[in-house]
């Protein structure tokens, strides 16, 4: 049997990645096909990125960041906050609040994982906080 693989997680205090430029302020209801009760729960999701030597001199992290403030730009509404209104009905607050976004490095490599890197992944609790 393997042993389990151990490692330590160095997490940023979190912050909130707004867009880049001002988006319009308004409110969108939710379709009645996206505002079902059972559809009203969060999936956690990681994102790995393996070393590109291209990358050399830069942090890929402020690359993200910086990309994800241009996305939002024309992807508003994920920038805003979920409101519930009369009768339970969601609608979206297009605020430009910004999404959160934390940066965490940990000390074990991407090979070190294996074929763990499929889901269910084994260590995403210890590397989302959950």
Known sequence: ?????????????PEYVRPSKPAPHEIKLLSDIDDQEGLRFQIPAIQFYKYDPNMAGKDPVDIIRKALAKTLVFYYPFAGRLREGPGRKLMVDCNDEG?????ADADVSLKEFGDALQPPFPCLDELLLL
């Open 99 to 103: 999404i959160l976004f934390i940066e």
């Open 1 to 13: 049997m393997a042993q389990p693989l151990l490692f330590t997680v160095k997490r940023c205090a």
